[in-house]
């Protein structure tokens, strides 16, 4: 598996490329990000880095994980998530208690970023799914509905219809983004473009595996 990193969105800005182009970016914090165990082939079925992200006060974890911190000299994060490392042997080399810094990354690397979309909350099926609406005309009483839900001998409605409902809040990946920069001292990354989710989200980066 890709090397990658996890951080916070703080937000969207821009930046002037080499060329002189004004570039869009996403600007992530990376981290801290803090190895808390190994995971092996022989004892747990594959390999993998469990990652400690942010910070949080003591009194928000319980004991157990407090235990599980100080097992690995770390202290507590707010945040427990896993790296897959198959393949990478300098991934895989980090011993418990090693921080990864944003500048595993190299500006000109293509990355795909994995985070929870923004919510919407309740919507209809035009927003949600983009259908067409109705004649607005005074006669037509159907304008914003959903329509035909099938038809009537199977006397139910399918599973996988599109129907109102909630929006958003989903696990979304872009793939193939670009970083324009990288800021070691701040632990920052600049990427080209939009990602999912809100400010302060959880961010996942990891090497683009389509492009490279």
């Known amino acids: 598996m890709p090397k990658g990193v996890f ?17 869009p970016v996403t600007v992530v914090e990376v981290g801290p990000c803090h190895v808390v165990q190994k995971k092996s082939v022989e004892k747990d079925g594959y390999q993998a880095l469990q990652i400690g992200i942010g910070e949080t006060k003591a009194k928000a974890v319980g004991k157990p994980l407090k235990g599980h911190f100080a097992k690995a000299g770390v202290e507590p994060r707010r945040y427990l998530r896993e790296l897959r490392v198959e393949g990478s042997e300098a991934f895989a080399a980090l011993e418990v208690g090693a921080e990864i810094r944003a500048d595993v990354f190299g500006a000109g690397e293509y990355v795909d970023v994995t985070g929870t979309s923004k919510g919407k909350g309740f919507a209809g099926v035009i927003k949600r799914w983009n259908f067409n609406r109705g004649p607005m005309e005074h006669g037509s009483m159907y304008h914003r509905r959903v329509g035909s839900l099938g038809a009537t001998d199977p006397q139910r409605v399918f599973k996988g219809r599109r129907m109102p409902g909630r929006m958003g809040g989903d696990r979304r990946t872009v793939q193939g983004l670009r ?11 600049l990427i080209a473009g939009s990602v999912p989710g809100v400010k302060g989200s959880l961010l996942e980066i990891r090497e683009s595996v389509k492009k490279k």
Do not use: C, H, S, Y
């Not at 970083?179 to 990354?189: A, G, Q, S």
């Open 7 to 23: 951080g916070r969105k703080i937000g969207m800005t821009q930046v002037f490329d080499d060329a002189g182009n004004l570039v």
């Open 179 to 189: 970083i324009v920069k990288v800021d070691p001292e701040r632990n920052l990354l």
